[in-house]
C-alpha cells in the first residue's frame, strides 16, 4: 500500500532565498552600525542643544548623521549612521520583491508596489547623504521624494495581504502599521516644513522610531515567511 505524499508547497527558488539573507543580513547590519553611531553621539536635541548623548525619541535619524553634534561638537559616529541608514535602504531593494511574492497571484497589484518601492528606497539610499543641519530644504525635498512613492508601496502592500490568504495574518498587521505610523508622521513633517519653524514637539521624532521600527519588523517578518518558507 502506497504511503500518502505529505501537501507540502515548493521550497522558494534559490534567488528568492539569497534576496531573503541579503534583507536580513542589511537589517542586522544596520542596527549594529546606528547603535554605535546612538552610542558615539554626542548630545543635542531640537528641542534641548544641552542634552547629554543620544535621546531615542527625541533624536531623528538625520541627527546622528551630521558631522556636528546639535550641542556643537564633532559628531564621531556620523559614519556609522550614514552607512546603517544607506544598508537599511538598499535593504527594502529586493523586500518589495519578496512581499509581492505573498500575494503573487495579483500581478498588477505587485507590479505596482514593486515599481513604487524601488522609486522609494532608490531615493531613500541619498537621504542620509544630505543631512538636514547641512542640506534643509534638500534633505526634506529627499524625504518626500523617498516617502511618497513608499507610502503608496506599503498602502497597495497591505490591500494585497489583507485580501489574499497566505496562511498567517502577520505580515498584513506589520505592513498596516507601518503604513500608518508612517502617513502619520509624513504628514506632520510636511507641516513642519510647511511653518518654516524648528521642531517644538518630540512626536515627530518618536513617530520616526515607532514608524522604523514596524517596518524593521515587517521586513525581517517578510524575509523570513518569502524566503524560507517551504
Known sequence: MARPVADRSPAPPPAVRAAALFVLGALVLSLLLMAAAMALYPGGTWLDRASPGHDF??????????????????????????????LLSAGTLPFWFLVTRLFSERARLGLAVRGLGLASALAAIA??????????????GLIFVAGVPGLFAGGLATFGLVTTNHGSRTPARLAGLTAGLAALDGALYAAH??????????????????????????????????????
Open 57 to 86: 525619541l527625541r533624536n531623528f535619524f538625520c541627527d546622528l548623521t551630521a558631522d556636528r553634534a546639535l550641542n556643537g561638537q564633532t559628531n564621531p559616529g556620523a559614519s556609522f549612521a550614514k552607512a546603517g541608514m544607506v
Open 127 to 140: 537621504v542620509p547623504l544630505a543631512p538636514s543641519q547641512r542640506y534643509g530644504l534638500l534633505h526634506a
Open 193 to 230: 516644513v510647511a511653518s518654516g519653524v524648528e521642531i517644538t514637539s518630540a512626536l515627530l521624532p518618536a513617530l520616526q522610531k515607532l514608524a522604523a521600527l514596524a517596518l524593521v519588523a515587517w521586513m525581517a517578518g517578510t524575509a523570513t515567511l518569502a524566503g524560507f518558507r517551504d
